[in-house]
C-alpha cells in the first residue's frame, strides 16, 4: 500500500470517495501474493492490483456500494466460480478479497485515529501491523506498533498479539480472534543494508540495493574510503567511524541486513562482534576460504561459539562464478534477497 498512498492523499484532499480491496487468502497459481491492494473511485478510477487483470472487474462493480455507502464485504474468486471464469482466473487458483471503503472517509473518532497513525508510519518509515476485521457492514481496524501500544475501537491482549505474532514472522494473514475473522497485515519499516567498508564493490552494491528499496549506510572510519569514493547512487547515509561507534544507533532486527567488505580485519572483526549476537536477518563477509579462516579463528578466539560464527555467508553472495565488481555485488544482492524472501 505504500506505493498507493501519494494517490491516496491525493483522492483524500479532493474529498473523493474511494474503497480498496486486498487480497487476504490465496490457494494454488493466485496471480498476486497476499497483502496486494487496489484502490478504486468513485469514478472507478483505480490503481494497484490484487489480480493483474483477472478479476478487477468483478471487484470493482462489488466495490461500488462499498464506496458510496460505506461498509466492508468478502469477495471469492476460483475456477469452480462461474464468475471468476467469467472474468478470467483460470490459472487453477483461488483467491480473496476484502473490498470496503477506504478508513479515511469514516467519520467514526477512533477510525480517524487509525488512519492519521497509519498514514504517519507509512510517511515516515515506522513499521506498524494493521488488522482489519473482516465483517460485512462497517468496517472496524486495529493498528498495533512494534512496542505493544495500539490504536483502535477494539483493543485486547489477544488482539495485539496476534499483531506482534504476524510482524516477527513478517506474514500477512487471516485469523481468528474472539470469535471473529481478521486480516492482519504487516507493514514493516523499510529493510536497511549496512554495508562496513567504502570499497569499490560497494559502488554497485548500493545501487542494487537502492533498486529494490533498501535504506544503503555505508560506514568506513577510513577518511580516503568514505569520502574520495565516487557513488553514482549516493548511499542513504555515509559514515566516517567504527563500527562500533554507529551500530549501537541502529536497530539489529529482522529487517536489517549487513554486508562487512572493508577488507581490513581491524574494521570488519569491529563490526562483526556487535553482529553476530544481533537478531539481523543477514551477515555475509567478503573474503577467501583462506581469509575467512583466519576470521574464525580470531572470533573464537573472541569468544564466539561456531554455531553464531556460522552465521556468517563466506564466501559472501550466490555462488554465480563473480568476478567482476559489478557481478559480485549483483550475487551479494541476490542471496539477500533470497534470504528476506524466506520469511514471506
Known amino acids: 500500500m505504500k506505493d498507493l498512498l501519494p494517490l491516496i492523499n491525493e483522492w483524500s484532499a479532493q474529498n473523493k470517495k474511494f474503497g480498496i480491496a486486498t487480497v487476504i487468502k490465496t490457494w494454488g497459481s493466485s ?18 492490483s490484487v489480480s493483474g487483470g483477472c ?3 468483478a471487484v470493482i462493480r462489488s466495490a461500488m456500494p462499498l464506496i458510496q455507502n460505506g461498509g466492508g464485504q468478502e469477495l471469492a474468486f476460483g475456477v469452480a466460480d462461474e464468475e471468476a471464469w467469467e472474468v478470467g482466473l483460470s490459472c487453477g487458483g483461488k483467491m480473496q478479497v476484502y473490498a470496503e471503503q477506504f478508513m479515511a ?8 485515529a487509525v488512519w492519521e497513525a497509519f498514514k504517519d508510519c507509512l ?27 495500539a490504536i483502535g475501537q477494539q483493543i485486547s491482549t489477544p488482539l495485539i498479539e496476534a499483531g506482534l505474532l504476524a510482524y516477527a514472522e513478517r506474514k500477512n494473514q487471516v485469523v481468528e480472534i474472539e470469535g471473529l475473522n481478521y486480516f492482519v497485515q504487516v507493514f514493516p519499516r523499510r529493510s536497511q543494508l549496512l554495508i562496513i567498508g567504502a570499497a569499490h564493490i560497494t559502488v554497485d552494491l548500493v545501487g542494487l540495493a537502492k533498486m ?7 560506514i568506513d572510519p577510513r577518511g580516503v574510503f568514505a569520502n574520495k569514493t565516487q557513488f553514482p547512487i549516493a548511499p542513504d547515509k555515509i559514515i566516517e567511524k567504527y563500527p562500533a561507534e554507529v551500530l549501537p544507533n541502529y536497530t539489529l532486527d529482522a529487517y536489517t541486513y549487513a554486508v562487512v567488505l572493508s577488507h581490513d ?14 537478531e539481523v536477518a543477514y551477515i555475509g563477509a567478503l573474503g577467501s576460504k583462506r581469509t575467512h579462516a583466519k576470521r574464525v579463528a580470531r572470533l573464537e ?3 564466539f ?17 563473480a568476478k567482476t565488481p559489478k557481478e559480485i555485488a549483483m550475487s551479494i544482492m541476490g542471496e539477500i534477497i533470497l534470504v528476506k524472501n524466506k520469511y514471506r
Do not use: W
Open 55 to 57: 478479476v478487477e472487474n
Open 212 to 218: 529494490h528499496d533498501f535504506e544503503t549506510i555505508v
Open 123 to 149: 510517511q515516515n518509515n515506522k513499521a506498524c501491523v494493521l488488522l482489519t476485521r473482516l465483517q460485512e457492514g462497517d468496517s472496524q481496524h486495529l493498528l498495533v506498533y512494534p512496542d505493544r501500544r
Open 105 to 112: 472517509l469514516d467519520t467514526r473518532p477512533a477510525e480517524r
Open 265 to 278: 580485519p581491524k574494521i570488519d572483526d569491529n563490526a562483526l562482534q556487535l553482529l553476530l549476537p544481533s
Open 31 to 48: 496471480p498476486r501474493p497476499i497483502g496486494s491492494s487496489m484502490i478504486i473511485s468513485e469514478e472507478m478510477e483505480m490503481a494497484g
Open 301 to 303: 578466539e573472541a569468544g
Open 305 to 321: 561459539s561456531s554455531a553464531i560464527i556460522d552465521r556468517i555467508h563466506s564466501p559472501i553472495g550466490m555462488n554465480i562464478n
